[in-house]
C-alpha cells in the first residue's frame, strides 16, 4: 500500500470515531499552549463559590472577582479542569506583558546620595552581589543566611538584621519573604529596598535603631528564583508562576486539613528549604508577599472556621490597609472587603505557605497583595515602597505587642522550653512556645483580660490569671518554674506532652504524674497508616519517656497514646537536622 492509500484510511477512521476525532481536536491544542511555558493563564466564570471550591485542588486559583475566576495551571491541571466544561478564555501571560527593554532600562548602579534608587530589576548575579553586599557593608548589623536552593540550583537567600546578629537574643523574630510566585515580582524590588533601608537608617532613624535593637528581622526577596528568572539570568522579562518543575509553591506545603501533599505533588526543594528555615527559627511573624490584587489576606484559607485570632488579625490587617491607603494613591488597598479579607472568604486554597506557617510552627502569617499589577513597571517601584513602607514597619512592631517574656527555672534561673497557653481560647495551633536558648516567648493577641497557662516537661505548670492585654502595647509576663524535684508530685502538669514538635526524630514523651499500668504508643503517617508502635509501663514516680524514631523520614505524622485512663491523638512533625 501506498502512503497515499494508509492517509485515506487513517482519515476515514478519525472521521467516523468520534471519540478520536475528539481526542484530536483537544488534545494538539493543550500540547499548543505548554510548548514554551509550562503554565497557561485564563479565566472563566462560575455561578456559585462551591464550584471554586471544587477546582482549588486542581488548578492555582490566582484571585476572584465575583464570578469571575482567574487562574493557572501546568499542563495537567490544565486537561483536568476542561473536564468541567467550564467556558474559558485563555490570557496574556503577566510575565510577558512589559517588554524586556523597559524592565531593563534603569541602570542598577544609580546612586542618590548613599542610597541606591530602586527602580530597576536586577539581574540574578547582581540580586546575588546585592545580598552579599549588605552583609558584607554591615557586618554588625546584617548577616546572610542561605536557606537553601531552588530545581535549578539558584540560592535561596535571606539577611538577618539585628543588633547582635551572630547570636540568638531574647527577641521576636519577623520574616518577610516574596516571589513566592515568580512573575508576582513588585514584592522582591521592595524587600531589597527595605533591607537598604533599615541598613542606611540605623544609628540615625530612632524607629529603624530601636527596631534592629529589639527584633530579629529575617528578609527573603526572592522565593522562587527558577520562576522569576525563567527567561533567564538576564531579565524578569518572562517569569512565570510556578517554579522550574511548574509546580505552584503556594499549594505544595502541608495543609492543616488535607494532611502532607495536599496537590499530590512531591515537596519541591524550595518548599523544603522553607520547612526547615521555619523549624528552625521559630518566627512570631511572617508576611509573605503576592502581586495581582492589593488585600491584606489572613488565615485560615484552607478552613472555613475562624481562627482564635480573628479579632487580631482584622485589627492588623486594617492597621496595614489603612496605613496604605493614607500614603498610596487614590483606590489604592481597597480590594475585596477595603483592603482585608479572610483567605477562605475569599476562595479557597490548600497548601498554602500561610496556613502551613500558622499551624505548623504556631506563628503568624499573613499573605499581603501590594499591586493589582503582578510584574510592577520599574517607573512605579518606587511608589509603591512609598505607598507600603510604613505598614512593612508597623508590622515588624507588632511582633512586641500582647504578652512576651522570659521562661526560666525558678532554682537555677536557666531558661525553660515551655508551651504558653491561652486557657478558653486557644486552639488549631495558636498556642506558642518558649524557645532555647533564651527562654523568650512572644504571643501577639488582641486586647483582652485572659489565664494564660506555662506547662513544661518536669516542672509544675503555672497559670496566670488576669493577665491584662491592650493593642499597641506590650505585656511583659515573665515567668519562674518549679521543677518537679521542689513540690508535690500530685501537682504537675495534667496533659501529655511529647517535645521538641517539630523535632529531628529523638523526642521525649511526658505522661502526667500518678498514671500507672499500661500505656500504647501509635505513630501514624499523614495517610494514617501506622508506621511505629510501643508499649509502655508507666511508673507514678517518673513518667518521662524518650522516643527514638530516627528511623522515620521527616514529614507530619499522627501519634496515638492509649491506656485505660488517657486517650489522645495529637500532631508530629519530624524535621531534617
Not at 55 to 65: A, P, R, Y
Not at 109 to 132: A, C, H, R
Request: aromatic share 14%; hydrophobic share 35%; glycine share 8%.
Amino acid at each position: 500500500m501506498n502512503r497515499y492509500g494508509f492517509l485515506f484510511i487513517l482519515l476515514f477512521f478519525v472521521s467516523v470515531n468520534p471519540y478520536s476525532r475528539a481526542q484530536n481536536s483537544v488534545f494538539p491544542k493543550v500540547d499548543n499552549l505548554f510548548m514554551e511555558r509550562g503554565e497557561v493563564y485564563f479565566k472563566f466564570s462560575v455561578t456559585s463559590p462551591d464550584e471554586i471550591n471544587s477546582l482549588t485542588h486542581i488548578i492555582s486559583i490566582d484571585k476572584v472577582n465575583g464570578n469571575e475566576v482567574f487562574a493557572y495551571a501546568n499542563k495537567k491541571g490544565f486537561i483536568q479542569f476542561r473536564k468541567s466544561n467550564h467556558p474559558y478564555k485563555i490570557l496574556p501571560a503577566p510575565g510577558l506583558l512589559i517588554p524586556g527593554s523597559e524592565l531593563t532600562r534603569f541602570s542598577p548602579f544609580l546612586k542618590s546620595g548613599s542610597k541606591t534608587v530602586w527602580n530597576f530589576y536586577p539581574t540574578y548575579e547582581q540580586f546575588l552581589d546585592y545580598m552579599v553586599g549588605f552583609a558584607a557593608g554591615h557586618p554588625d548589623i546584617c548577616n546572610l543566611d542561605t536557606i537553601g536552593t531552588s530545581v535549578q540550583g539558584r540560592l535561596l537567600l535571606a539577611v538577618k538584621i539585628s543588633d547582635n546578629v551572630h547570636q540568638q537574643e531574647a527577641e521576636p523574630r519577623v520574616l518577610y519573604t516574596a516571589a513566592i510566585h515568580g512573575d508576582e515580582t513588585g514584592g522582591y524590588v521592595l524587600m531589597l529596598h527595605l533591607i537598604d533601608y533599615l541598613l542606611l537608617s540605623y544609628g540615625s532613624d530612632q524607629r529603624i535603631t530601636d527596631l534592629i535593637n529589639s527584633t530579629e528581622i529575617f528578609i527573603n526577596p526572592l522565593a522562587n528564583p527558577d520562576g522569576t528568572y525563567f527567561g533567564g539570568n538576564n531579565s524578569v522579562f518572562g517569569a512565570t508562576r510556578y517554579n522550574a518543575n511548574f509546580i505552584d509553591l503556594n499549594r505544595n506545603y502541608p495543609d492543616p486539613k488535607l494532611g502532607l501533599h495536599p496537590d499530590n505533588e512531591a515537596w519541591q526543594p524550595e518548599t523544603m528549604a522553607f520547612m526547615t528555615y521555619g523549624q528552625n527559627n521559630h518566627f512570631t511573624l511572617s508576611a509573605n508577599f503576592h502581586g495581582g490584587s492589593e488585600v491584606f489576606n489572613y488565615p485560615w484559607d484552607t478552613w472555613e472556621k475562624l481562627t482564635p485570632d480573628d479579632s487580631w488579625w482584622q485589627f492588623v490587617g486594617r492597621q496595614w490597609a489603612d496605613t496604605a491607603q493614607k500614603y498610596g494613591s487614590m483606590g489604592y488597598f481597597t480590594d475585596v472587603n477595603n483592603g482585608i479579607t479572610n483567605g477562605h472568604a475569599w476562595y479557597e486554597i490548600n497548601g498554602g505557605r500561610q496556613d502551613y506557617m500558622n499551624y505548623w510552627h504556631h506563628c503568624r502569617e499573613a499573605t499581603v497583595e501590594i499591586s493589582n499589577i503582578k510584574l510592577l513597571p520599574t517607573n512605579q517601584l518606587d511608589s509603591f515602597w512609598l505607598y507600603n513602607y510604613t505598614s512593612f514597619l508597623n508590622y515588624i512592631e507588632q511582633s512586641h505587642f500582647g504578652v512576651n517574656g522570659l521562661v526560666t527555672d525558678s532554682i537555677t534561673g536557666q531558661p525553660v522550653f515551655s508551651r504558653v497557653f491561652i486557657n478558653n481560647h486557644d486552639e488549631d495551633s495558636s498556642d506558642v512556645f518558649s524557645y532555647l536558648p533564651s527562654g523568650f516567648f512572644a504571643r501577639p493577641v488582641f486586647e483582652g483580660t485572659y489565664d494564660i497557662t506555662f506547662s513544661s516537661p518536669s516542672y509544675f505548670s503555672k497559670t496566670f490569671n488576669n493577665v491584662v492585654i491592650n493593642n499597641g502595647q506590650p505585656t511583659t509576663l515573665n515567668v519562674q518554674m518549679k521543677p518537679y524535684s521542689h513540690g508535690k508530685t500530685e501537682e504537675a502538669i495534667s496533659k501529655v506532652m511529647i517535645y521538641p514538635n517539630p523535632g529531628s526524630g529523638i523526642f521525649k514523651l511526658m505522661i502526667p504524674f500518678g498514671k500507672k499500668g499500661n500505656c500504647i504508643i501509635k505513630i501514624m503517617n499523614g495517610l494514617g497508616k501506622e508506621v511505629y508502635s510501643e508499649n509502655l509501663i508507666l511508673n507514678s514516680d517518673n513518667n518521662l519517656y524518650n522516643l527514638n524514631l530516627n528511623g522515620l523520614s521527616s514529614g507530619l505524622y499522627f501519634f496515638n497514646i492509649i491506656s485505660q485512663k488517657i486517650s489522645l491523638t495529637d500532631k508530629l512533625i519530624i524535621c531534617d537536622d
